[in-house]
């Protein structure tokens, strides 16, 4: 099937007698956007922004790596590309932020992945806002983290996503930018890969 073709809905189960919603192996717990807003806001009220970047980078990561892995087990596209687009696709689905492709160029054989696109309406910069002003540096961790993640169980080696535009820095939308660490300037991706390492490390002991 086209990236386009999948329908998370269509794919949920909800077991009612026994209290649990879930999507293939993964069980779904339904949380408001405010409550993940206020939870977000206390963690980098507790342990600073920092921190909180971390942390928050590496769980979007850990949480898109599992998704991916679902995914290319539980379902056949017609390309690679397909498969990876879905992505985008999936987090429209969440309701996590409506995600866009712009320019997706893949080849194994030259070593080339470049991923970018448009988001609207995430989640995370609208609690941002709502607790703190726009500032200078993007915002929208937990959604590039899982790009991150996505794109690494896809790739075979390490992606990372950062936002050149965000809603939390006064653009009229989010934009994400994916690339190999090697094609990063080193000291734009530290603090994100740097929480990757750490997302991956403690996949690593859990399997």
């Known amino acids: 099937m086209k990236a386009t073709d999948f329908n998370l809905p269509e794919n949920i189960k909800f077991d009612f007698a026994n209290g649990i919603t879930s999507f293939q192996n993964n069980r779904l717990v ?4 405010k409550a993940m807003g206020i939870l977000r806001r206390n963690i980098i009220e507790k342990i600073g922004v920092e921190n909180a970047k971390n942390l928050l980078y590496k769980f979007g990561y850990q ?3 599992s998704d991916f892995m679902e995914m ?10 397909d498969l990876l687009a879905s992505g985008p696709t999936i987090h429209t689905w969440e309701g996590i932020v409506q995600a866009t492709t712009k320019e997706l160029r ?22 941002h806002l709502l607790y703190y002003e726009k500032g200078t540096e993007p915002i929208c961790w937990t ?8 794109s690494t169980g896809f790739w ?3 992606i990372i996503c950062v936002e050149p535009k965000c809603k939390g820095m006064g653009h009229e939308n989010c934009e994400w930018e994916l690339k190999p660490v090697s ?4 000291k734009v991706i ?9 997302g991956q490390e403690e996949m690593n002991r859990r399997n």
Not at 30 to 33: E, G, K, N, P, T
Not at 190 to 198: F, N, R, T
């Open 106 to 127: 893949v080849d194994h054989r030259t070593k080339e992945f470049y991923f970018t696109g448009i988001w609207k309406n995430s989640w995370e910069a609208e609690q």
């Open 156 to 158: 075979g080696e390490t």
């Open 63 to 65: 949480n898109g790596y």
């Open 183 to 186: 094609e990063w300037d080193p």
């Open 30 to 33: 339904i949380l408001s956007a």
């Open 143 to 150: 959604l590039m983290g899982y790009a991150s993640g996505w």
């Open 190 to 198: 530290e603090p994100y890969l740097k929480a990757v390492k750490s």
């Open 72 to 81: 290319k087990l539980n379902y056949k596209f017609d390309t690679p590309d």
